[in-house]
């Protein structure tokens, strides 16, 4: 369902959807981050990208399991905490970040479900913003399957036509959306339909990075775990978590159990964002850690998103955001690292 | 003014001659103006090597990886590390030799001065820039960083885009080096602490406000601790599995190793974590801002570390990185130390 | 009426002077407020700032290090590091916000069994207005 929004209508959008929790991108300072919305008035849809993409609404980087506490008798006494029911809306996701939540869907699916990522997931609606121009100097979207105005993974699909939105409902979620303010959509004339198509054919033109034939790579991965390779390129990795815990995609825990009090015992599991990059995310009860350096710990990431997920899913485990690349302290560029494997060695 | 031939002129040379294994400086990143850091082996690449206002990084952490990988070798080369260092780096070197952390003999120091300005700072730039793609930045003659843009130039005076350290700087030429290259001139900084002024003004309850907000922000990606030379400690308390773990360790060790922080990013623990970086920091940070710089959600951490930095100034006389035969800050005392606080 | 807010004190006592001065003032049955948890470290100099910051997480409402005046060091200068490093923490503790009555220092003798215990009364007095330490206390 195809429809027109003025750009001066949407805070009264916003306002019939006060029922959601709603996020959407908001500045501080130097940095745009996902906050929950007060006031309608204040969404501004302007922005560029965020410092962190919406996987930090549905995949919190701390989820909490459960409580255990002991009773007067010693018996140990477990609450479930499954994320509460809160239907939210989280306004201004870049397609990219859309289709990064395609991916991790599919390992917090499959044969086991995880209650508390679905919980989350299956109650929020991803409203996104077509890229008219790259947000990011380091987009490199088209090179990973992906478009500026990619659908995949979006409940609805805005598109910045000046003054006004073009607005595409693609799911039963979508469409629920717009039903609340039916007055405010109008449907679309002829010429917006080919100002849209003009839109999204320009903002693919825009991006100027891109990697070639990486088709070519994950073949070649398969050769090059024993590469002095990886030494070569590490050598200025730092060993800090930025690349992955920025990364839309990069879904790695650790579980622990956080105690509040001894006596009498109480405290929580939980889940909180982990990462390959740490020296101890590897490290057996033994002592032997078998990603030992840097070299094979960003072996581990490009591994992992460029062979191990294509050979299990069938797809990149990238979605070209460029954000390793724009936070990295030393400039390491996954786009030339990528490269350089492409064609290196016979 | 500082030639980048010369730089490379003595990186071939010392190359060629083997007096190094390989040599660390900056080289032009692949994305745009900012540079990354290079490691050049082959005296052929020198060219690579590049010196202007955007070589923000301080390059000495690698000097800390340099020793950790040697440690680990069962023949290692010997031979010293060549690196390029501005004042401020010269001054973590400092440190490290005070700490007996290297050697000097470990390091062959191409010096760089800043002459009487410093490195830019990236968001300020950015800022600037609108959006425009930056090609170049050099610095004109009278003070003014000129920035190559795609058809035209921008000119901005120096302290619109200097880094906030570099106002406040207080070694704007080695301290330490093989080789000088530049002007030993000192630069006058009236208020080497004045970026501390608007915080210190505030009241306690605005500085927890301030403090609370901006901790909350971490994710603790670590990127602050793992930039920073002087965070060389094998075991690190916020580890949740120690580095010094072996086949000997015992399950009950193990297990009865403290917990210092729980990894859940919340202000309470946060708040822990910075905390004792920045008390493990007192007497040694030598306001590189790298910590700053590094930070993904822009947490202003050169606060902390500059106001250690200025107390133990006041209270005790006492500045890092300047005299490597010095003892530590936290090593030593002398008997008129400040005990008014103590009852 | 309300039940009267009584804080919950910390306090590193070093082995040789402050711990034995607390040991006096209760053998010689001097009176104090039952609000300090004592815990004796061999030395003034080996409290860890991470144990203050520690004692804070864990839900302190006010920690006290205390070891020999100058000069009676049992180690000859550890107090002299204690007096340095307590200087720097306190400085930082304030810069971030936390009440600078929250966290004290003392130099109390074996045989100052009665200072001992009017630092203490002191302190308590001292931490009662301000109520809990909720800042820095571990919340998870």
């Known amino acids: 369902m195809d429809k027109i929004l003025l750009k001066k209508a949407l805070p009264q959008w916003v306002k019939k959807l006060q029922t959601y929790r709603i996020y959407a991108p908001a500045k501080d300072e130097d940095i745009w981050t996902y906050e929950a919305v007060n006031t309608p008035e204040d969404i501004d849809l302007e922005f560029l990208i965020t410092a962190l993409s919406p996987k930090k609404i549905i995949f919190p980087q701390r989820e909490v399991y459960f409580e255990f506490n002991k009773d007067d008798n010693d018996n140990p006494d477990i609450k479930e905490t499954i994320p509460e029911d809160e239907p939210t809306i989280v306004f201004g996701v870049r397609p990219c970040d859309a289709k990064a939540l395609t991916l991790t869907d599919l390992v917090f699916g499959g044969d086991f479900e995880d209650v508390y990522y679905w919980k989350r997931r299956n109650q929020t609606i991803l409203v996104g913003l077509a890229c008219n121009t790259p947000p990011s100097t380091n987009c490199f979207c088209l090179s990973v399957e992906g478009s500026p105005h990619s659908k995949e993974g979006l409940d609805i699909l805005l598109t910045d036509l000046g003054d006004k939105y073009y607005v595409e409902s693609l799911t039963k979620n979508g469409v629920k959306l717009l039903n609340l303010a039916k007055n405010l959509f109008t449907p679309p004339k002829a010429g917006d339909k080919k100002d849209l198509q003009k839109i999204h054919a320009e903002s693919e033109k825009k991006i100027k990075k891109q990697i070639k034939n990486l088709k070519k790579v994950p073949p070649k991965l398969k050769g090059m775990w024993d590469s002095s390779f990886w030494d070569e390129e590490a050598m200025s990795c730092l060993r800090c978590g930025i690349c992955t815990y920025m990364c839309p995609t990069c879904h790695c825990f650790d579980i622990n159990d956080e105690v509040h009090s001894h006596t009498p015992l109480t405290g929580k599991r939980i889940r909180t964002w982990d990462t390959c990059q740490f020296p101890d995310f590897t490290m057996h009860s033994s002592g032997h850690n078998p990603r030992p350096d840097k070299a094979s710990r960003l072996r581990q990431r490009i591994m992992h998103k460029f062979q191990y997920f294509v050979e299990r899913y069938q797809n990149y485990q990238c979605t070209g955001c460029g954000r390793c690349i724009t936070n990295c302290p030393v400039g390491i560029d996954i786009i030339e690292v990528l490269d350089k494997v492409r064609d290196y060695g016979p | 003014m500082v030639n980048v031939e010369d730089l490379r002129k003595e990186a071939k040379r010392i190359l060629k001659e083997g007096k190094v294994k390989y040599v660390i400086g900056y080289e032009r990143g692949q994305n745009g103006l900012m540079p990354k850091p290079a490691f050049i082996k082959d005296p052929e690449d020198v060219d690579r090597l590049i010196w202007n206002p955007t070589c923000v990084h301080n390059l000495t952490k690698f000097l800390v990886d340099e020793k950790k990988r040697k440690a680990g070798e069962k023949k290692p080369d010997e031979r010293p590390v060549g690196i390029v260092v501005k004042g401020c780096d010269s001054r973590a070197i400092i440190v490290l030799l005070q700490e007996k952390y290297i050697n000097r003999e470990d390091v062959h120091i191409l010096g760089i001065s800043c002459e009487q300005t410093g490195v830019i700072d990236e968001k300020k730039l950015a800022n600037k820039l609108k959006g425009k793609k930056a090609e170049n930045i050099e610095l004109d003659e009278k003070g003014n960083f000129v920035i190559s843009v795609q058809g035209g130039t921008i000119k901005v ?50 500085r927890w406000a301030f403090w609370t907000e901006q901790l909350a922000k971490c994710i603790r990606c670590y990127a602050c601790r793992s930039v920073c030379p002087m965070c060389y400690c094998d075991e690190c308390v916020v580890d949740t599995i120690n580095f010094a773990v072996t086949a000997d360790t015992t399950a009950s060790e193990k297990a009865g190793k403290i917990k210092w922080v729980e990894k859940s990013p919340v202000p309470s623990e946060n708040f822990v ?42 209270l005790f006389g006492y500045d890092a990185g300047f005299d490597p035969d010095e003892p530590s800050l936290v090593s030593s005392f002398k008997d008129e130390d400040p005990e008014d606080f103590i009852r | 009426m309300a039940e009267q807010f009584e804080p919950r004190i910390v306090a590193f006592l070093c082995k040789w002077c402050s711990s034995a001065g607390s040991d006096l003032a209760g053998v010689s049955r001097m009176q104090y407020p039952p609000n300090v948890i004592p815990i004796t470290v061999m030395c003034s100099g080996s409290v860890s700032p991470l144990y203050i910051f520690d004692a804070f997480n864990k839900g302190a409402d006010g920690v006290l290090v205390s070891g020999c005046h100058p000069g009676d060091c049992h180690y000859i200068k550890g107090n002299y590091y204690a007096r340095r490093r307590i200087a720097i923490v306190k400085k930082l503790l304030d810069f971030i916000g936390l009440e600078p009555e929250r966290f004290q220092m003392s130099w109390v003798s074996a045989a100052e069994g009665k200072k001992y215990t009017q630092i203490i009364s002191d302190f308590v007095e001292e931490l009662k207005p301000l109520g809990p330490q909720t800042k820095l206390r571990r919340n998870i």
Do not use: Q, W
């Open chain 2, 157 to 206: 005076p120096a302290e619109e885009l200097l880094a906030e350290r570099c106002l406040e700087c207080r070694a704007n030429y080695p301290v330490v080096y093989d080789l000088l290259l530049g002007d030993k001139t000192k630069k006058k900084v009236e208020e080497p602490f004045k970026s501390l002024e608007k915080m210190e003004s505030l009241s306690e309850k605005e």
């Open chain 2, 273 to 314: 974590y910075h905390m004792v970086r920045a008390m493990h920091l007192a007497g040694r940070c030598i306001d590189c801002g790298e910590c700053e710089r590094v930070c993904p959600l822009d947490i202003p951490l050169r606060f902390l570390n500059k106001k250690l930095e200025k107390e133990a100034k006041e």
